[in-house]
């Protein structure tokens, strides 16, 4: 499993004489980039996602490759504060073993 922050997001430009009446910018989420590689198993998938539902991940972005019975589950999720990766790896490393 690695951990990966994920690319810089592309910022919006606005006309000067727009900027006085806009809002202040949003922060972006903090996001993290989740990639799990491990022999396929039925309901793997599914095990992986209950893992990050329960700790309360939104994913933004996923990416699922399987081939010779292997799979590499790739995805961006929310960052919760609080939670550190370790709390992540060990979720989603628990959820295999189920």
Same mark, same amino acid.
């Given at each position: ?13 606005? /006309? #000067?004489? !727009?900027?006085?009446? %806009?809002?202040?910018? @949003?922060?972006?989420?903090? +996001?993290?980039?989740?990639?799990? &590689?491990?022999?396929? /198993? #039925?309901? !793997?998938?599914?095990? %992986?996602?209950?893992? @990050?539902?329960?700790?309360? +991940?939104?994913?933004?972005?996923? &990416?699922?490759?399987? /081939? ?14 609080? +939670? ?15």
């Amino acid at each position: 499993m690695s951990f990966e922050p994920p690319s810089a997001m592309a910022e919006m430009a606005v /006309a #000067p004489e !727009l900027a006085d009446s %806009l809002p202040p910018p @949003l922060s972006p989420p903090a +996001l993290w980039s989740v990639q799990v &590689d491990a022999d396929d /198993a #039925p309901g !793997l998938l599914s095990k %992986l996602l209950a893992a @990050l539902a329960a700790l309360q +991940l939104d994913i933004r972005s996923a &990416d699922v490759r399987t /081939a010779a019975g292997r799979v590499r589950n790739s995805f961006v999720t929310t960052k919760r504060e609080g +939670l550190l990766a370790q709390g992540v790896i060990d979720a989603l490393c628990g959820a295999m073993r189920e």
